[in-house]
């Protein structure tokens, strides 16, 4: 029997979903800022950074922080996906990502290693990474991390330590997950020799 052609859809193969080039942060906050018509001292005051911390981001001098990032987007007007990643797919009823592992591009920040996920997906409800912990220690963190959404953590190796300003720290293995409110100052540490990686979604 031939298959429904109400069905049949051109499907990609893996082969053609290629790894996509690493992102060019420093061209990318500068053409923003272009785009907005901003000074570098007005983008500083819409992203509540300093204007020397911006002028070593946009050369490429300075290596932000999870939380830097944030500012970034939320300055900007994006999702933290838009800002690192590429959106093609607008909305629309019955839209769908996959997300190759051997495609997914990775960003470094002082603490962690992220993919953003579904990146070809834009307004999405929620913004979903994988992510490296690489920081030991909270003193590896200037500040706690915080920002206006909720966060869900789910540990896919390793062993990390979730500090928050409210609670006692959690220790959370493989198969472990954590629900909780992002707005609260929390920082992620791996704990042990090897760099715990988790799946990190955030609604928005």
């Not at 019955?94 to 495609?103: D, F």
């Not at 300003?165 to 992002?182: A, H, K, Q, R, T």
Request: aromatic share 8%; with cysteine.
């Amino acid at each position: 029997m031939p298959p429904d052609p109400l069905l049949v859809t051109n499907r990609a193969s893996p082969a053609d979903e290629v790894p996509q080039p690493p992102l060019d942060l420093g061209n990318r906050i500068r053409e923003l800022r272009s785009e907005h018509g901003w000074s570098l001292d007005e983008a500083a005051a819409q992203t509540s950074l300093s204007r020397s911390s911006l002028f070593k981001i946009e050369k490429n001098r300075m290596s932000p922080t999870f939380d830097a990032l944030r500012k970034l987007a939320e300055g900007f007007g994006l999702a933290m996906a838009e800002l690192v990643g590429q959106q093609t797919n607008w909305g629309g009823a019955g839209r769908r990502s996959i997300t190759r592992h051997e495609a997914k591009p990775t960003h470094s920040t002082t603490n962690y290693d992220y993919r953003p996920l579904a990146q070809d997906l834009a307004h999405k409800a929620m913004q979903p990474f994988e992510l490296v912990l690489r920081a030991r220690s909270l003193d590896d963190f200037q500040n706690w991390d915080r920002h206006d959404a909720e966060d869900f953590v789910h540990v896919l190796s390793g062993t990390m330590a979730l500090y928050t300003e409210f609670y006692e720290p959690v220790i959370l293995g493989p198969g472990d997950n954590i629900y909780y409110d992002g707005r609260m100052g929390h920082a992620c540490i791996s704990q042990g020799d090897t760099d715990a990686v988790v799946l990190w979604v955030s609604a928005t």
